[in-house]
């Protein structure tokens, strides 16, 4: 774990593990990942809170507790906690639904402003997954076959129903929670799928962020400055601010990424799903002239204790900020860090300079700082497999100037090199290594199907579904994905393979993943296609329903490039997910969800007749 409070959880050490994954963020340049930093907490350590989530440093940790209920087997707590601390990094507040308290007023309030667009907000108490309806809603426990049920359980969205049944969204403080349409629609946007929450009788969320953040005065009136980020890096501070004490407690330098220009530009939109304005981090040039203003609200989601706000601003490098300041809605200030408190004059040449050395086996980095660093200075420990062209975070907070190294997660390389990098905030003095031999890695192949234990009928197809990592190709081709069974040897190649006519019996599954220098890494699990189960072949009369069903939603590959979004009665034509489930007449949605196994031979067949029609 990266982190724990311990029992004495003070309010003031609370952002050091956001802070900490905060520097493994900041440094990490690929663009090719997904943007937060989530630490798995185990879930035997005394935090107090089960997550905390803070947007201005892009990460979060969560205690991964393993819970689940009975009542409720699709339900996992640790799961729950995870995705909902990420919906506040992705900008997601709160949607009020508990008020355990009985006094009138959302629970969720005490964790930060709640969401004005989710379609809950206009009806708390009565918070439910989607409107009332007496059929429920089918589903949500896709996995429902990992555990010994005879269909999927149909989460009720009543009230007043009795609690087994219930779900709530996952942005809310009950539980159990669950993914609510609003919040699925709001993932398909995200992912490229189009889906209008208005479509589905909900708010408009298209312009939440800019309609929702813009409540804040600049301290002193009028729009604050925006000043452009700029290719000489961004000056980053963090802190924390109780009734009693506000402190800055890190600065930093980092240079100019893709990433930190987006979150920079974040901070102003208001799309960081925290309203802006009860605060301000104001930015002083040389002669105490405001160079930069940055409105803001708590970015934290500490759940449960309000009085406890963090914060981590980006401003854009200018060589002459002396001064940072926190104030206060009424103008107070509250804490101040300037360049003069801890400067070393790294304007001299000789000072801008930190001698690193590296030797292997063991790797051990050692530095030579030019000059005593004074309190506020911050050292990080990078590295880069590819000369300099990407790197990542090795250590953060180091203290003295030697480390050991952990080669095994580090990229291999003929030529790996560490970077020391020490910085105030205002100023950065920096030292790159000499080239050392890392050893690579071979992939790391995941399978999520088949899980153990899991059944089909003979007769009956299945999708194999892998996937893997590997630290030097970061994206694998399908092509290394190689599948093969004890029974019916090589299955074929993919991250997703459909395989029908498997031989019965337990088969022995292996994915076998090999990256661009030939290492390889295996996966295993287990399949067993049931003797004494046969899935009958689909009638012709249902093939050719689910046939002309396709027929009508997927076009051809020509006719996707000769017609552009033309759109029509079926959708649009252009988009091959715009879903069947808007068509009355598609018999595919007819098909009662009664026989798990059913339903999938007739999906796979639908895929298997649109692909030849391809
Ligand atoms: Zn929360």
């Known amino acids: 774990p990266a982190y724990?409070?311990?029992?004495?959880?003070?309010?003031?050490?609370?952002?050091?593990?956001?802070?900490?994954?905060?520097?493994?963020?900041?440094?990490?340049?690929?663009?090719?990942?997904?943007?937060?930093?989530?630490?798995?907490?185990?879930p035997s350590l005394p935090t107090f809170w089960g997550g905390i989530a803070r947007s201005g440093e892009d990460a979060t940790w969560v205690r991964m507790r393993t819970d689940s209920w009975t009542s409720a087997p699709w339900f996992h707590r640790g799961a729950a906690t995870f995705a909902h601390e990420v919906g506040h990094l992705s900008g997601l507040s709160h949607v009020p639904c508990a008020d355990g308290d009985g006094d009138g007023t959302p629970d969720e309030e005490s964790g930060g402003a709640t969401d004005p667009f989710h379609p809950n907000n206009d009806t708390f108490p009565d918070c439910a997954l989607a409107e009332l309806d007496p059929e429920g809603w089918y589903g949500f426990d896709v996995y429902w076959s990992l555990w010994p049920l005879d269909g999927p359980t149909v989460i009720s969205n009543d009230p007043a129903a009795a609690a087994p049944n219930q779900a709530f969204p996952f942005m809310g403080y009950n539980n159990p929670d669950w993914t609510d349409p609003f919040h699925y629609c709001v993932l398909l946007d995200y992912y490229g799928v189009p889906c209008d929450t208005g479509a589905l009788g909900f708010g408009v969320i298209g312009d939440a962020a800019n309609d929702g953040g813009d409540g804040g005065d600049g301290g002193d009136g009028g729009d604050p400055e925006v000043p452009p980020a700029n290719d000489e890096g961004f000056h980053f501070f963090a802190g924390t601010i109780t009734p009693d004490r506000t402190t800055i407690d890190l600065g930093l330098i980092a240079p100019t990424t893709e990433h930190l220009v987006e979150r920079y530009q974040r901070q102003f939109e208001g799309s960081d799903g925290h309203g802006h304005g009860e605060f301000l981090l104001r930015a002083l040039g040389d002669d105490g002239v405001v160079v930069a203003e940055v409105p803001f609200?708590?970015?934290?989601?500490?759940?449960?204790?309000?009085?406890?706000?963090?914060?981590?601003?980006?401003?854009p490098y200018a060589s002459d900020l002396s001064a940072v300041e926190v104030l206060d809605h009424d103008g107070n200030l509250l804490a101040m860090a300037t360049a003069a408190d801890s400067s070393i004059d790294s304007v001299a040449e000789d000072l801008q300079k930190i001698v690193v050395l590296c030797t292997i086996d063991p790797i051990m980095v050692d530095w030579e700082l030019p000059i005593v660093l004074?309190?506020?200075?911050?050292?990080?420990?990078?590295?880069?497999?590819?000369?300099?062209?990407?790197?990542?975070?090795?250590?953060?907070?180091?203290?003295?100037?030697?480390?050991?190294?952990?080669?095994?997660?580090?990229?291999?390389?003929?030529?790996?090199?560490?970077?020391?990098?020490?910085?105030?905030?205002?100023?950065?003095?920096?030292?790159?290594?000499?080239?050392?031999?890392?050893a690579?890695?071979?992939?790391?192949?995941?399978?999520?199907?088949?899980?153990?234990?899991?059944?089909?009928?003979?007769?009956?197809?299945?999708?194999?579904?892998?996937?893997?990592?590997?630290?030097?190709?970061?994206?694998?081709?399908?092509?290394?994905?190689?599948?093969?069974?004890?029974?019916?040897?090589?299955?074929?190649?993919?991250?997703?393979?459909?395989?029908?006519?498997?031989?019965?019996?337990?088969?022995d599954v292996k994915l076998t993943v090999t990256d661009s220098d030939g290492m390889t890494g295996t996966a295993s699990s287990v399949l067993f296609v049931d003797p004494d189960a046969v899935t009958p072949t689909p009638s012709a009369e249902l093939l050719s329903a689910v046939e002309s069903a396709f027929a009508?939603?997927?076009?051809?590959?020509?006719?996707?490039?000769?017609?552009?979004?033309?759109?029509?009665?079926?959708?649009?034509?252009?988009?091959?997910?715009?879903?069947?489930?808007?068509?009355?007449?598609?018999?595919?949605?007819?098909?009662?969800?009664?026989?798990?196994g059913g339903l999938l031979v007739l999906l796979g067949g639908g895929l298997v007749v649109a692909r030849r029609r391809g």
């Not at 990407?390 to 003295?400: A, D, N, S």
């Not at 003095?429 to 890392?438: A, F, H, L, Q």
């Not at 790391?444 to 089909?456: K, M, Y």
């Not at 939603?553 to 808007?582: K, L, N, T, Y």
């Open 552 to 596: 009508r939603q997927v076009p051809d590959e020509d006719e996707r490039s000769e017609e552009p979004a033309a759109g029509g009665p079926g959708g649009d034509p252009a988009d091959p997910d715009d879903g069947p489930h808007e068509d009355p007449d598609d018999e595919t949605t007819a098909v009662p969800w009664v026989v798990g």
């Open 374 to 438: 004074p309190p506020g200075w911050t050292t990080t420990l990078l590295y880069s497999h590819d000369g300099g062209e990407h790197w990542m975070t090795v250590l953060p907070k180091v203290e003295g100037t030697s480390a050991a190294v952990d080669g095994h997660p580090l990229p291999g390389s003929d030529g790996g090199v560490f970077k020391v990098v020490a910085s105030n905030g205002f100023e950065v003095i920096e030292g790159t290594s000499n080239p050392v031999p890392i």
């Open 297 to 315: 609200s708590d970015q934290g989601s500490q759940h449960g204790a309000s009085d406890v706000l963090g914060f981590g601003i980006l401003l």
């Open 440 to 507: 690579g890695n071979a992939p790391i192949p995941h399978i999520s199907a088949p899980l153990p234990g899991d059944v089909i009928a003979t007769g009956q197809g299945f999708r194999f579904e892998g996937n893997a990592t590997d630290r030097e190709d970061r994206q694998l081709d399908d092509d290394a994905f190689a599948w093969s069974s004890s029974l019916d040897g090589d299955l074929g190649s993919g991250r997703l393979l459909d395989v029908d006519g498997m031989t019965p019996g337990v088969h």
């Open 4 to 42: 724990v409070s311990g029992c004495e959880n003070e309010a003031l050490d609370y952002g050091d593990p956001l802070e900490t994954l905060g520097i493994l963020r900041m440094f990490y340049d690929w663009d090719d990942e997904r943007e937060f930093f989530v630490a798995a907490v185990d």
